[in-house]
């Protein structure tokens, strides 16, 4: 036989015999594939019965990369890990409801601690106790307190509500303080009432909240009419009535109130939707009122001229300016330590109100205004936020006015602290001492934990939290198990 017929003869043979394995081995796993699913190939079933055999596992085929280099395992680096969980924290509903209660609670905390080491000085030159300016913050703070609880509790009904009465006695106040006899004049401004003993009130801090309220609740009744695309209603009666209470301020000398209030209108006539021509000429208009005040007082001019400037001058008209800096400067990555500042004593005027951002940084440091920075951020994002995801056009302006308050006045109280802008004599908000500050700016935070708690999911998210709501659901989810009588 030729040597190719009987290699033939060989492969045949071969072959005829893999098969007749593969037909005595193959039925078994085929009927149990069957079962499970689709039918196995026989050389793969005969490979899994002759591992079967030999006690070892069948060799599963590994997906190696495209360069064939070795298996792909598709992981994900710890950053981008961190970076997605992080994202997911971020956009659940109550993230907004915590930022506002967390950032609002931590730099009323944080402010009380600063207000007693930066006024310990200030009442021992008064002959007063050390502790006293603190004790009527930490009653302010309590006070104020009680009412973030009350307004995050109050429905939106009850909070619109409020506007018309709440302006009414904003304005009624702010007329009696130019009465003679019952106002007060501290620091060369005509904005206090003296209500007996240690405690005066300055009825322009709630002029404020006042103004967000009425003009929230008058601009969302204009846009359920659809008034607002004619500017006649968006102008009249807001701009008016906002002019009235800048007039009243700047009767007593308040520029510092007046430049918020002004913000605030500016910041609901943008939310309203306001044109930029007509944006532009009411800015304008403020523009030139706010020179012409300026140029015509020399206390404001020279508090203009001390923008960056390093030396208090030949007249000491930049000490309180460039002291502020020397704090700053003293207190390096985390500043001498709590209670061991040196411009407190007698060199930094007012450090315990307009200036307590210094004190912080020269005894906490740089860390320290980071991290108050940090806070105030955080709570303007979130209203933010609470503005930008509502459907309630009341909400979306009185949470966007709010926002921009409380954004404002840091921004120009810590702004003149570093030289960057003119000293305005405005306080930072929940943090510097002043308990006519402290209870509006408090009430306008539980304003914005309520719209935080009004949003859909997070009213859900709020519902399931509660003890009730969790019992029931979890009666629901669990199944009744056979107790095994019979």
């Known amino acids: ?97 915590y930022l506002i209660l967390g950032a609002g609670l931590l730099i009323t905390v944080l402010g009380l601690v600063m207000v007693y080491s930066a006024s310990m000085i200030k009442a021992l030159e008064l002959d007063k106790p050390g502790t006293y300016f603190f004790r009527k913050q930490f009653l302010a703070a309590v006070i104020g307190s009680a009412l973030l609880v009350i307004a995050s509790r109050m429905p939106v009904k009850l909070h619109r509500a409020l506007a018309y009465p709440l302006l009414m006695g904003t304005v009624f106040l702010m007329v009696l303080v130019q009465v003679p006899g019952i106002g007060m004049s501290v620091n060369g401004n005509q904005n206090w009432l003296y209500l007996g003993g240690p405690f005066q009130l300055q009825p322009s801090e709630f002029g404020k909240l006042a103004l967000i309220l009425w003009s929230a609740d008058l601009l969302a009744r204009k846009q359920d009419r659809r008034l607002l695309t004619q500017w006649k209603h968006m102008l009249v009666p807001l701009v008016p009535v906002a002019f009235i209470l800048l007039g009243l301020i700047m009767l007593g000398g308040d520029m510092g109130t007046a430049i918020i209030l002004t913000a605030i209108l500016f910041g609901l006539l943008w939310l309203a939707g306001a044109p930029t021509r007509l944006f532009a000429g009411v800015l304008a208009v403020a523009g030139v009122l706010a020179f012409l005040l300026i140029k015509t007082s020399p206390n404001r001019m020279s508090r203009l001229s001390c923008m960056g400037v390093s030396e208090p001058g030949p007249d000491g008209s930049c000490w309180q300016a460039v002291h502020g800096i020397y704090a700053l400067a003293s207190g390096g990555w985390f500043g001498s330590g709590l209670g061991a500042s040196v411009e407190k004593w007698g060199q930094l005027p007012e450090p315990h109100t307009d200036f307590i951002f210094a004190i912080t940084g020269e005894e906490l440091g740089l860390a320290g205004t980071l991290s108050v920075l940090a806070l105030f951020a955080a709570l303007g994002y979130a209203g933010i936020r609470v503005a930008g995801r509502t459907e309630d056009p009341f909400v979306r302006y009185a949470a966007g006015g709010v926002t921009t308050w409380i954004t404002v006045q840091a921004v120009i109280n810590i702004g003149a602290v570093l030289g960057l802008l003119p000293i305005a004599g405005v306080p930072l908000p929940l943090f510097s001492y002043g308990g006519s500050a402290l209870l509006p700016t408090m009430f306008a935070v539980g304003l914005l934990i309520a719209f935080a708690r009004e949003e859909p999911a997070a009213k859900a998210a709020l519902a399931m939290r509660r003890p009730g709501v969790r019992w029931k659901t979890m009666r629901r989810r669990v199944k009744k198990r056979p107790s095994g009588e019979r």
Request: proline residues 12%; without cysteine.
């Open 1 to 97: 036989m030729p040597a190719d017929e009987s290699s033939a003869a060989r492969g045949t043979g071969r072959s005829q015999a893999t098969a007749a394995i593969s037909r005595a081995l193959a039925p078994p796993l085929l009927a149990s594939a069957r079962l499970a699913g689709p039918p196995v190939p026989p050389g793969l079933a005969l490979r899994g019965r002759l591992a079967a055999g030999t006690g070892r596992r069948p060799a599963v085929p590994r997906s190696r990369g495209h360069d064939g280099s070795g298996p792909r395992t598709p992981r994900r680096s710890g950053v981008r890990r961190m970076y997605e969980q992080a994202r997911r924290a971020w956009d659940r509903p109550l993230t907004a409801y």
